[in-house]
RNA sequence: CGGGGCGUAGCUCAGCUUGGUAGAGUGCUUGCUUCGGGAGCAAGAAGUCGCAGGUUCGAAUCCUGUCGCCCCGACCA
């Protein structure tokens, strides 16, 4: 591509709304434009690089077996409504009517739409397994949209669905998509991690979520150094030891005025924050005998609010009580209270059960109990996984030590189990001519928001770096002085010509412009190889080459096999 | 949805408190000089000041409404 022909749109100065370094290039290398909140347009150059992903996941999902197939970006309610998300669906779902007052929406998704498609086709046990998948548009009316293409309204996403005779191979299928995934994202050159999800489904089904490592990552990822365990914080788990030292310390009442908090006590009676108990009030759940219920918590944890969700006995979503309800139910302020004679049912978080001879309120203003130990002062509780699980924690699965990354949710691997095959009556019929409800799998990859996530954790000072599977051009050759040396301009032209003819993608540019612009916005839009040609360097028959990656350029013989070389670097 | 902020030249913003001829930088056009890390000088084109009302002799500026966008939070999956 000469880039006299291709307008590269880019700025010196960043964009002020742009809050994160991926967004911030992206608009100053003129790879996108905002159109409205949440919605971009992809600019020559940008669009380059997003097909290239796209064509990278195509690749990789066909030679997994999937199919590809294009379904419409408007979609019937009729079908959401069969499916009972119509009116599960919040306003992430831009619903709309047609001239015939018909309900629409525009695709957040679509397990309906395959589900429908397949039930027309799909009769005989002998057509599955199968897998279809697409490469579309996906708009979510997103309440916030931010971070540019990361969290967009609307964006390009692979969605592909698995239809199976039985959860073994519905399993088999999951592994054979997780493998495909490895695939992709290491194709797309992410430093990348797949880590168990909330999982919410009955019957072991499986998620996993493909994240890319990067500071400004919206997830928080709980990997064990020394392991393989890796999750998101949401869904990590936090095993009981089982061990709980025998009670030593008498119960005993003291008074700490004014402590309501758990440092506050720990500094004021001398004890670690790991030797105190804290208890949390939230709403229980329906047709509990309390309204309330106390979360008892080992004083430097915190509570993860999925798993206390999810909880039977806790009322989902999960609310905390409010302190006059505090009041009311413990004639105390929020900052006393505790697990011993506790006037509601306590379900206790496995570490804070673990604690012997702890520190807790005694349910009544100014004072604590020291000593306190379950069984022995109160009833040994009901116990659960309650805790969010910290850096330092041994790993769920035993090997290795917990340590905290940030993560950006590129993929996620999915067993849907009959959830849509049973709301929408899909049925095939098995070899005994008996009808079964197939099972389900999903599988989603954000491709525009994977181009910003490989972004975010590949750039420097200069600009972007692309790796060579992604970038726009693998190769920019700038010429010198184009206009005055005749040389100079044959050399450019022939290198331009050979490297094209040799298939390898490369930008001449031909602009004219001075170097010090040619190199600043090579560096910007982050080509991963650029090649210089001056009458200095044609002197001595040899080109300037210069890696994105590298500190310095160097000295290489000027021919099209010495740049091939340096590629295959 | 709650709180806060911003809409002025293609882009980034000043001007608004205290009403009186529409500004800068950058980008763009032309010319001359320059030419290895975003050049210099000169000339030039470019804005119904988000939109609609109102107050006023006069509104970018004050008031009301409205739309759009951004940030924090909550919410959702």
């Not at 030292?245 to 009442?253: C, G």
């Not at 670690?272 to 309330?292: R, S």
């Not at 916005?521 to 040899?542: E, F, M, N």
Request: charged share 25%.
């Amino acid at each position: 591509m000469r880039l006299s022909r291709f307008p590269l749109a880019t700025t010196k100065e960043t964009p002020s709304d742009a809050e994160i370094i991926s967004h911030q290039l992206m608009l100053r290398a003129g790879f996108i434009r905002k159109l409205g909140a949440g919605l971009y347009t992809w600019l020559p150059i940008g669009l380059r690089v997003l097909k290239k992903v796209e064509n990278i996941v195509r690749e990789e999902m066909d030679r997994a077996g999937a199919l590809e197939v294009l379904m419409p970006t408007i979609q019937p309610g009729e079908l959401w409504k069969e499916s009972g998300r119509w009116d599960v669906m919040g306003y992430e779902m831009l619903r709309f009517k047609d001239r015939h007052k018909n309900d629409f929406c525009y695709a957040p998704t679509a397990e309906e739409v395959i589900t429908f498609h397949v039930r027309q086709d799909i009769r005989s046990y002998r057509q599955l397994p199968i897998n279809y998948y697409q490469i579309q548009t996906k708009f979510r009316d997103e309440r916030r949209p931010r971070f540019g293409l990361m969290r967009g309204r609307e964006f390009l996403m692979k969605d592909a669905y698995s239809f199976h005779m039985d959860a073994e191979d519905l399993s088999r299928e999951y592994y054979n998509m997780r493998e495909a995934y490895i695939r992709v994202f290491t194709r797309v050159g992410a430093a990348f991690r797949a880590v168990k999800a909330d999982s919410g489904n009955i019957g072991g089904a499986l998620s996993e979520e493909f994240h890319i490592l990067a500071n400004s990552g919206e997830d928080l990822l709980a990997v064990a150094e020394g392991g393989t365990y890796a999750a998101n914080v949401e869904a990590a788990e936090c095993k009981p030891t089982g061990k709980r030292a025998a009670a030593s310390a008498a119960l005993e009442k003291v008074s700490t005025p004014g402590q309501k908090t758990c440092d506050q006590v720990s500094k004021f009676l001398n004890v670690p924050l790991t030797g105190k108990v804290k208890l949390l009030v939230v709403h229980a759940a329906e047709g509990q005998p309390h309204a309330l219920i106390g979360i008892a918590l080992r004083g430097d944890h915190q509570l993860n609010e999925v798993k206390a969700s999810k909880h039977p006995k806790v009322k989902s979503p999960f609310k905390m009580a409010t302190p006059e309800e505090v009041q009311a139910a413990f004639g105390c302020e929020t900052g006393y209270l505790g697990p011993i004679k506790c006037p509601i049912p306590v379900i206790a978080d496995h570490a804070a059960f673990e604690v012997a001879d702890f520190v807790c309120g005694a349910n009544e203003n100014d004072h604590h109990l020291k000593g306190a130990n379950w069984g022995r002062d109160a009833e040994e509780p009901e116990t659960a996984d309650l805790r969010a699980i910290v850096e330092g924690d041994a790993s769920p699965d035993g090997v290795g030590v917990i340590k905290f990354y940030r993560g950006i949710e590129g993929g996620h691997v999915f067993q849907l189990g009959k959830k849509y095959s049973k709301a929408m009556n899909l049925t095939v019929l098995d070899e005994k001519g008996q009808a079964v409800t197939p099972e389900m799998g999903c599988y989603g990859i954000g491709v525009s928001r994977l181009v910003a996530a490989v972004l975010e954790q590949s750039n420097d000072a200069g600009g972007m770096i692309w790796p060579d599977a992604i970038a726009p051009f693998r190769v920019i050759v700038c010429p010198i002085g184009m206009d005055k040396s005749e040389a100079v301009k044959a050399a450019a032209e022939k290198l331009y010509a050979d490297l094209n003819a040799a298939g390898i993608e490369t930008a001449l540019d031909d602009r004219g412009a001075r170097p010090g612009s040619m190199f600043a916005d090579a560096d910007l839009i982050g080509i991963p190889h650029r090649v210089v040609i001056g009458d200095k360097s044609l002197a001595t028959a040899q080109f300037e080459y210069k890696s994105r990656k590298a500190e310095k350029a160097e000295m290489i013989p000027a021919s099209l096999e010495a740049v091939l070389e340096k590629l295959r670097g």
